[in-house]
């Protein structure tokens, strides 16, 4: 089901917003991981889709991304030491992963510092370097997916808007943030597709405009086939796989 169009929020800053309704499942987590920047003296927030789904009310307890203004892995080695649990540390890439203690096998956090990316060329692996938290958003695929909730104590739940995801989300609209995202990385293609037909969204216009070019330009043949592969088994993973093929069919018809 689409949702209903919201009046629009005032513009929310990357720093600064209004509270977001923590699922309470996750919130003693969330706190604590905030408590850890806190003693560490860095800022650290939930990021991405995560943020996306508790906005939707969707209670998401697995699988969180955190972002921190500062070293991730050096983050998420004191959260692991604090909280137990198995650390992997991806040092090509600034990220770490930690598996939670516990039942569930899925309580899994995914840590990096903030960055900002530059695609030397169309399709491949950005090249990352540190940035600030409105870069960090701005790298991302959809406005709806770039936002972040801050976890320290002082500002706890406040979330992080610069490019007005709020407000697509309310609307259910995909909204690309810059006019060469599916050129730079075209599993935004298949993604916006999953997305669409999870959540009944639609692509905003400019966004669909873009779509069809990047696919014109034949993007997708871009990827390498691990990538491609990866996408397209997620793709087939979401509840309706069939509608997602559909939709794709009815996309590169549209871009001949
Ligand atoms: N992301 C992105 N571009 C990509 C992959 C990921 O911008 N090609 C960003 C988005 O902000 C996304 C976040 O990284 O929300 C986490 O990625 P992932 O876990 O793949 O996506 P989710 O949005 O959590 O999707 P799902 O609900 O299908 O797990």
Known sequence: MTPRPARAPAREGARAGAPVRLPPAVTPLLARLGQLGDARGVAVY?????????????????????????????????????????????????TATLQLPGRNPRRRIDVAGCRKETYVRPAAYPVVARGTLEEDLFRRDFTLNAMAVALNAARFGALADPFRGREDLQRGRLRVLHARSFLDDPTRILRGIRFAQRFGWAFEAQ????????????????????????????????????ACLRHLSRLLERAR
Do not use: I, Y
């Open 46 to 94: 939930g990021v991405g889709g995560c943020v996306r789904d508790w906005l939707l009310g969707r209670s998401r307890l697995t699988d969180l991304d955190v972002t921190v203004e500062g070293e991730g892995p050096a983050f998420a080695q004191a959260a692991a030491k604090a909280m137990g649990g198995t650390l992997q540390v991806h040092p090509a890439f600034g």
């Open 207 to 242: 966004t669909a405009r873009r779509l069809r070019e990047a696919l014109a330009a034949g993007a997708l043949g871009w990827l390498n086939a691990g990538r491609l592969e990866r996408e397209l088994t997620r793709l087939l993973q979401e509840p309706d796989p069939a």
